[in-house]
């Protein structure tokens, strides 16, 4: 893990990082962008640019996520950094679960189900062994459910990029 991912990690905790963190998402996002999805999150955890379909306006909405590998799925969680409302993507999904993952420069087709019971419990700690402060933000979120979705490749698994570790 980076230097920065470490830093990262250790203060995710604080809501100074959270506030601070939802202003350099629109620069993330940018970057991704501007990269192809070869640097998103600046690095310092395993991401994912998610590309739904907004459920009002019917234009794609891009977002940066982080993830986990779940076999030959992405795992993502609606945590929207412990705010009390879900995320507009998590809703997106909700309204129209195929989407479009974008992972270091690969463009995959997606569909999302969202994890319940059992399944929900063991992605949850797969998630927390990642990034621990989403226990934190359950509580900043009033014991709102944070959504999980798992996201499975849509087309050949062939397509499916293997996953690249952050850079130092």
């Known amino acids: 893990m980076s230097a920065l991912g470490t830093l990262a990690r250790r203060f995710s905790h604080r809501r100074w990082f959270a506030r601070t963190i939802r202003f350099v998402v629109p620069v993330d996002r940018l970057i991704g962008r501007l990269t192809r999805g070869r640097v998103v999150a ?14 009002r306006s019917g234009q794609p909405r891009s977002n940066p996520l982080l993830y986990v590998r779940d076999g030959d799925a992405y795992v993502v969680i609606g945590s929207n950094w412990g705010q009390t409302q879900h995320p507009a993507w ?79």
Request: hydrophobic letters at 40%; proline letters at 11%.
């Open 42 to 55: 600046l690095g310092i955890a395993p991401s994912l640019i998610i590309t739904t379909t907004g459920r």
């Open 90 to 168: 998590s809703l997106n999904l909700l309204a129209e679960p195929t989407a479009t993952v974008t992972l270091d420069g690969h463009r995959l087709p997606v569909r999302a189900t969202l994890a319940q019971g059992a399944q929900r419990e063991r992605l949850w700690q797969v998630l927390l062994a990642e990034w621990p402060a989403y226990r934190t933000y359950v509580e900043r979120a009033g014991g709102r459910d944070l959504r999980i979705f798992r996201l499975v490749p849509d087309g050949p698994a062939a397509a499916v990029p293997e996953p690249r570790e952050p850079r130092p």
